[in-house]
């Protein structure tokens, strides 16, 4: 009797693959484990078992595999249930789910290359034989293929050979960015406590009678405290008192100052430590009872809280009453930028029961979260992490935590699978028979409308943790402003007082300007022409600090150019505003106060995030410009006034979600203001005033927003009345890729009972050299989605049988974003 094992490989493929087994491995082989197989003519993937069985397949016969990778299975039952739903339901292939999920360390492949890790002590008689000649070749040249090391080694059956010296830490897959950081240590510096009272001050400056330049050290720190009303770095001191750091130490030395250290959180001026228990205010506590009510008879809440009205402390109240039934939680935050702070938080209760998985992690610490998770290990029973840590071994999974589930972050753009992590959670735990909480201060319109439908259960919280007062919101009229010529810039009067007010009291300020770079668009003043991109249809966007034209796009570059491209003249003017001329403008206006920005180009790395918020929390930043990054539920409890540059900028995107991202968004920011006893602002500034979302925005008017746009999206059909799959077809040949989209088109929008729209050109219309073309399908809601979507997935089979379309590439997007 013939041995098989059904497995799925990790490439865009919508089928599984049935290879031979011996007898042997077929009693060995459980679901969930991964085999190194052969495919096409030379290569070799890992693939992961899902079945093992006696059909013997009727198109091809079936090759052996090459070995068994692992002991026991890496990858529950569960998983591959999830992996198959989000395969069907996103119209992807199993596939790619399967390549989206694990980290790429568990999937080698004959292409992978492998080079030596640098700075590590091999001790080279614990290595066995293959591993020896595997180490001594990587002496000779920097790096190999896996196809080099089978010919080294002279045996297929590689694999485990590589799998052991990635775990001793000797080998690196080649794509990691290796980069190390330490939190810095501030050294702040503050008067001994024996001089602390004001008896004790004469008795000091006694002491110090004929020591000037220490007496003159300890007069600069009473000026600064008197007017900084922050702790004082032992740096800003020196540099104040125009003296030396070996005073300083003088001084340390006497007793009569202290130094002291701050990398913890935010800098406390009393000494309150934590206490153990958690209290929750009366608000907290009636949500909290709430929440745990609805658990009874509904899978799913949503939690709908004022920004600052203290989700967090709920979130951590409920996770103790998981953990304590020995459940694992997972808590999904939109942005990697949030894990930070959240970590942070999070480690006060639960101690080291917190692990992290995101993707600017190494594979080997990715691997470590994985193994920890399937094993349920104590160090990884809370997952906090981005979309990607729904893919992870859960063992037990108790609780799901979706914070801000209204972020567009949770939808995946590319590559496939094109999932949304909120829906995708839920689905999860109900394979878990787990409970998910939704958290935003500004739902999704689906999700709102959901809860109102009794779908999930719903409990608000109208005001702010500790009666804090909700910001107060300024609207700036630009038109007006700049017929008074009252700007500076970019910058309102309003907004420059606004910012000068705060930074004398010694509060910080924020900025959002949803746009990075200097300026969207370089314009020559003779002729109009604007510099492109080669590849794409945009404008490139000017980078000053480069001193480069970029496209966001595809990264092409060319350095800024004197003349202009068209009729050689020198007049060339930039138009609009990025991140980066709102900091230059800033230096200008406010050029005593250290300015920070945070954005795609000053985040890269694995902490750039750390870096820059930790600077602005250590109060070593006065402002900070940035883009929606900022929005996200960062907690600053000294920001008073934050200033959105230009409002209109996102009302006016070719979107139906517009205005309602846009009052997300707006509503989100000004939620940075204001954050502990006194009362934030928030300066906006819009050529649009008397707009409906500004409007809106300005009264906190969540429901005003909410039917406003429900009633629109039932006209126009769209959801959450109407579900969304959009179709986008790429090709180089304009041409093919016109009568083609046609072809599909008419296909569709003959034989599918509902609203087909296309073949549109989007507002970019060509990317990388490849033309764009999109189809949208409008599902209503009384008609079955999966049978659509079959429907659907025949016809593109069908385009793809017909030989002068097969060069073009169909993406699908269901319940596009």
């Not at 999704?444 to 007062?469: H, P, Q, W």
């Not at 649009?688 to 300005?698: E, G, K, M, S």
């Not at 549109?760 to 990317?767: F, G, L, M, Q, Y």
């Amino acid at each position: 009797m013939p041995f098989f094992a059904e497995v799925i490989l990790p490439l865009s493929l919508a089928k599984t693959f049935t290879y031979s087994v011996s007898e042997a491995e077929y009693n060995y082989i459980n679901k969930g484990m991964r085999v190194a197989v052969p495919f096409g003519k030379s290569k070799i993937y890992t693939a992961l078992v899902i079945d093992i069985h006696q059909s013997q397949p009727t198109l091809y016969d079936a090759k052996e595999i090459h070995q068994i990778l692992d002991e026991k299975p890496i990858v529950t039952e569960i998983q591959i249930a999830h992996w198959q739903w989000i395969a069907s339901y996103y119209m992807c292939a199993i596939g790619d789910v399967y390549r989206g999920a694990m980290p790429s360390a568990l999937l080698l492949e004959s292409e992978t290359i492998i080079s030596q890790k640098t700075d590590v002590f091999v001790d080279e008689s614990l290595l066995s034989d293959d591993e020896y000649l595997i180490y001594q070749a990587l002496q000779q040249q920097s790096s190999l293929k896996i196809q080099e090391i089978v010919a080294i080694l002279n045996k297929k059956n590689i694999f485990p050979v590589i799998q052991k010296l990635i775990d001793k830490n000797i080998l690196v897959l080649q794509e990691e960015m290796l980069e190390g950081y330490k939190p810095k240590l501030v050294r702040y510096a503050r008067l001994h406590s024996k001089y602390q009272s004001n008896e004790g001050l004469g008795e000091l400056l006694e002491k110090l009678k004929s020591a000037n330049k220490q007496k003159e050290i300890v007069l600069t720190f009473f000026q600064l405290s008197a007017s900084e009303k922050k702790p004082i770095t032992v740096k800003k001191l020196v540099e104040a008192a125009n003296s030396t750091p070996a005073t300083v130490k003088a001084l340390i030395e006497k007793e009569i100052f202290e130094d002291y250290f701050i990398q913890e959180d935010r800098v406390n001026f009393s000494d309150k430590t934590k206490e153990e228990q958690l209290q929750l205010s009366d608000g907290q506590q009636k949500a909290f009872d709430a929440i745990k009510t609805s658990f009874i008879q509904k899978e799913v809440c949503l939690l709908h809280g004022v920004t600052s009205s203290g989700k967090t402390e709920i979130y951590i109240k409920l996770i103790e009453e998981y953990l304590a039934t020995g459940k694992q939680v997972l808590y999904l935050l939109p942005e990697i930028a949030l894990t930070t702070q959240l970590v942070s938080r999070l480690s006060v209760y639960f101690g080291n029961k917190v692990a992290v998985f995101h993707s600017k992690y190494n594979n080997n610490e990715r691997v470590e979260v994985w193994t920890q998770v399937l094993r349920n290990s104590e160090k990884a029973q809370i997952i906090i992490g981005a979309r990607s840590a729904l893919f992870l071994p859960f063992h037990d999974l108790g609780f799901i935590i979706v914070d801000e589930e209204h972020e567009q972050t949770f939808k995946q753009v590319d590559p496939a699978p094109r999932y949304h992590a909120r829906d995708a959670a839920i689905v999860l735990a109900s394979f878990h028979k787990s409970k998910v909480l939704l958290g935003s201060a500004t739902p999704s319109i689906e999700t709102y409308f959901n809860a109102k439908s009794d779908k999930y259960g719903l409990v608000e919280i109208s005001e702010r943790y500790g009666k804090v007062m909700m910001p107060e919101i300024e609207l700036v009229d630009l038109k007006d402003k700049y017929f008074r010529k009252r700007m500076k810039g970019h910058f309102s009067d309003s907004l420059i007082e606004g910012i000068a007010t705060a930074v004398s009291l010694g509060e910080q300020v924020i900025l959002f300007q949803n746009r990075r770079g200097y300026s969207p668009l370089l314009e020559c003043m003779t002729c109009g022409h604007v510099p492109h991109c080669q590849q794409c249809d945009v404008s490139l966007t000017y980078h000053k600090h480069k001193n480069q034209l970029r496209c966001h796009y595809c990264g092409y570059s060319i350095a800024k150019p004197t003349r202009c491209h068209s009729c050689s003249s020198v007049d060339l003017t930039t138009k609009g505003f990025g991140t980066e001329q709102i900091q230059q403008e800033l230096m200008e206006l406010f050029p005593d106060n250290k300015i920070g920005r945070m954005d795609q180009d000053t985040t890269r790395g694995k902490f750039g995030f750390e870096k820059i918020i930790e600077g602005f929390k250590n109060r070593d930043v006065d402002i900070l410009v940035g883009t929606q990054m900022l929005a996200k539920g960062l907690d600053f409890d000294n920001v008073s006034l934050v200033g959105i540059m230009n409002a209109d900028n996102m009302l006016y995107h070719p979107d139906f979600r517009a205005f309602e991202r846009s009052f997300q968004m707006m509503v989100q920011v000004s939620g940075r203001s204001g954050r502990s006893e006194k009362q934030g602002k928030v300066i906006i500034q819009t050529y649009n005033p008397n707009h409906n979302t500004i409007q809106q925005v300005t009264n906190n008017d969540y429901l005003g927003m909410y039917n406003e746009q429900l009633y629109d999206r039932q006209i126009y059909k769209y959801p959450p009345y109407f579900r969304i799959i959009k179709l986008t077809l790429k090709q180089r040949d304009f041409d093919k890729l016109k009568e083609g989209a046609m072809w599909l088109y008419q296909v569709m929008s003959s034989n599918l009972n509902m609203p087909v729209l296309g073949p549109e050109e989007p507002a970019i219309s060509r990317i990388r050299n490849e033309y764009i073309r999109i189809i949208i399908i409008k599902i209503p809601h009384n008609i079955s989605v999966a049978g659509t979507k079959k429907t659907i997935q025949k016809m593109l089979n069908s385009f793809d049988a017909v030989a002068q379309y097969r060069a073009i590439k169909v993406s699908v997007n269901v319940d596009f974003y």
